[in-house]
């Protein structure tokens, strides 16, 4: 379930800073269970026109609409994402891409803008077309507004039990800008993004290049930390939308960009734990703070590498300290560093010191992997650099629901 | 369970070739299960000294087995292998490499060698210190002998429910040689080598470099071409040993050396398909046989990466014809290569073809999934060069067994 924001967090997801509007409807994509209320086409509109960037995946078999979107993206500026849930349209050749660019038509239509202005992403099963005529009464029902970011929300998720929402502020040249997220994810999650969908808002005017930098920087730290089962996906998007609509001197580094990369940090990590807590299956999750490290490049590798370890994940299920699966993990990584000289940590317990097994209660580090959440850190000693990767417990449930997923 | 070996493979296993004795016996590492008669401590030895290959784990953390091994194959011969299951010695610090070195003295003395001519091998629990009372009292009751392969192989098995022999035959020079083998794995294997411990043996007299590059061929073919959890280990070592004891002139290459790697690559890939065919709670296996590929390595690790995705285990678990998820995990290998020229294949079952996907029999498809073993092709138009890799669904046996295999 969806817990209460941290304290740094707002309200008002994608939808917080101005100028953005959403919506999300269900039109028959997914199977409709009356039990909850599913929702499965939705759009993000800017009132005005925004300065956009994204990233993509890196997987060589890339859906439809991303193809679309990574051409567009070229213009750097749009009017909004239109997107889809239930189907991925990934592998599904001319019709795909004919359907990918026709829901940027339809958007644009109702919006009164040309479909060269609107975004599009899909998610769900890979290898089967559309049902059209459903995705366009979808689109016709689709009347964005401020306050209906929870159902934009809504309509991006797949398996996801919770809609992924997000805002923060910050000041820059005197004046207060919000930024908002939402985002889906659940299966497939893997660094370098994976069956993940996030889209990024912030009412601040920003240069377009330095829009780039922020977002990269953002997913560095969020989106390519965490990991579920190791699949990179066909449609992996992050979008972020700058519309400067609460005015202001274009922001384009210094302080001011500071300001906002840290905000958009804020909110890309709170999306991304969420989406690795809300994870098929999982119960409980882990982080992975590595220090010590050569470069921030290494140390993210390890901990990515301990985070996505079957075996990692299974013990931690099993809340066993089995603590030799995690450097076991760290040593296949490919990051050179001296394991006689390297130590582990369970929160405040030391597991595993200078290359040697330490004493240490056994039921007292269980009981810590009991909780909701647990950190290990790894010290590498080889050097000063420092990044923290989170990942989920592998259970039974997991298992089950992906052998049958689609049929 | 066992089955009966495939007509080109012998029984005999490892001590097949003339002038290898093998031994295994129980001595407390592990916890004795009344119901089956599990071993702990083994040692395979050559009559007379051996030319010897290795290969190893690519993991940083290398266990103290593996750091012995690799420096004692610097000396090219060898007389025998000691070793021990249900502990790893890794991450054991000084005190681990102590006991490695104490194990092979032991051996060595009951041979009638010198310790530097005994190579070590240990697989289990990670950062736990040898019960080396224990261990002296195993090593003590060996008692090697040619028709001990049996119990030799058993004493290396740790979750395995079976232990994994294989013999074949080879001419050259006009003379018959045997080639033999015993192997264990179930979790944590993964290409590359991961908890896996193989010792292959032959009586025909083999130059050292050329052993070393047959041992490559043989491997790449077959151990590097499975994958259960995509965990690589501490403690992974193949390891072949050449005796000479058939007599005949040395080879070292031309028809009898490729006579040799033949044999070698079917023992080897027998032992392979039986490690993922007894993976931890696995059922079934799979194979992906990847063609029209640029390069050998390009095929080799597209096919790894499908046989080592998590969605596309779990879906075969289903028998979910899912090929979406082949297509994925074949995109996010790192090889180039262009969706929209590639075709797949379940055994005749058309499921993909150039970038679309195929009308199919999906009950047709979902009862070649139920067989224990499925071949699914996959094309990548991009070139001439094949392989094939194996993989195995994905379970909740799997899952529930590593939670708690430690504790």
């Given at each position: 379930m969806a817990e209460a924001l941290p304290e740094e967090l707002l309200t008002g997801g994608a939808t917080r800073p101005a100028g953005f509007l959403a919506d999300g409807v269900f039109c028959g994509i997914k199977e409709l269970d009356p039990a909850i209320e599913k929702r499965d086409v939705g759009c993000l509109v800017s009132e005005r026109p925004a300065t956009v960037a994204g990233v993509f995946t890196?997987?060589?078999?890339?859906?439809a609409p991303v193809l679309v979107d990574q051409e567009r993206l070229q213009r750097g500026v749009t009017r909004g994402i239109v997107y889809c849930s239930g189907n991925a349209n990934a592998c599904t050749g001319d019709q795909g891409m004919a359907n990918a660019l026709e829901m940027t038509s339809l958007l644009a239509d109702q919006v009164g803008v040309t479909a060269d202005d609107i975004l599009v992403c899909s998610t769900g099963v890979i290898g089967q077309q559309l049902p059209m005529a459903k995705v366009r009464d979808g689109i016709s029902r689709l009347a964005p507004a401020k306050e209906r970011h929870n159902e934009a929300a809504t309509a991006m998720?797949?398996?996801?039990a919770w809609p992924k929402e997000a805002a923060a502020q910050f000041e820059a040249n005197g004046v207060t800008y919000a930024v908002g997220g939402m985002a889906k994810g659940a299966a497939m999650i893997h660094p370098n993004m994976a069956t993940m969908l996030v889209y990024l808002t912030t009412d601040a005017p920003v240069a377009r290049d330095y829009l780039h930098r922020a977002l990269v920087r953002a997913v560095d730290d969020s989106f390519h930390m965490i990991s579920v089962d190791g699949d990179s996906s066909t449609n992996d998007t992050v979008l972020v939308l700058a519309n400067g609509a609460a005015g202001g001197p274009e922001i384009s580094g210094g302080p001011a960009g500071e300001a906002l990369t840290g905000a958009l940090r804020t909110v890309a990590v709170h999306l991304a734990r969420e989406i690795v807590r809300n994870a098929e299956g999982a119960t409980k999750m882990f982080g992975v703070a590595v220090r010590g490290a050569a470069s921030v490049a290494a140390a993210r590798i390890v901990g990515r590498s301990v985070a996505s370890s079957s075996l990692v994940k299974t013990a931690f299920l099993g809340s066993d300290p089995n603590w030799g699966r995690i450097m076991c993990a760290a040593g296949y990584s490919g990051v050179e560093f001296d394991p006689n000289k390297a130590s582990l940590w369970l929160e405040d317990i030391l597991l595993f010191h200078n290359g040697t097994p330490a004493d240490f209660d056994e039921d007292a580090a269980s009981a810590l992997l009991d909780r909701k959440e647990t950190m290990f850190t790894l010290d590498l000693a080889a050097g000063d650099a420092s990044a923290t990767a989170w990942g989920c417990d592998l259970t039974t449930e997991y298992v089950i629901f992906n052998s049958d997923y689609r049929t």
């Open positions: 890196n997987n060589r078999v890339k859906a998720m797949t398996t996801d």
